[in-house]
């Protein structure tokens, strides 16, 4: 059974920083590209950031500067650093494994809440 756990969220006032973990289970994690995706009120889910098996990242141009995401291959977690919290980046925040090669399977996390206010 494959889970994706995600820990780390909470309430950060602006200009503050929280870490994201997610640890994954019941998947070969090398085989997974990984990401982190949120989801706001009233708006659509967006991907925030994701890493390859091998380590290259991508995030969407809101959170570049601000936000990191690492992967620990031997313990099957990755990780999201995110500094400099803005109102704007309070979001349900998911974890998302993708598998690289095919047969391609999505599996996701239950999601962890990040509320950025004073």
């Known amino acids: 059974q494959v889970q994706l756990v995600e820990s780390g969220g909470g309430l950060v006032q602006p200009g503050g920083s929280l870490r994201l973990s997610c640890a994954a289970s019941g998947i070969i994690f090398k085989n997974y590209n990984m990401g982190w995706y949120r989801q706001a009120p009233g708006k659509q889910p967006e991907l925030v950031a994701v890493?390859?098996?091998?380590?290259?990242?991508n995030f969407i141009n809101s959170v570049k500067g601000r936000f990191t995401i690492s992967r620990d291959n031997a313990k099957s977690t990755v990780h999201l650093q995110m500094n400099s919290l803005q109102p704007e980046d309070t979001a349900v925040y998911y974890c998302n494994a993708r598998k690289i090669l095919p047969p391609w399977y999505d599996y996701w996390g239950q999601g962890t809440q990040v509320t950025v206010s004073s």
């Open positions: 890493i390859s098996d091998g380590g290259t990242t």
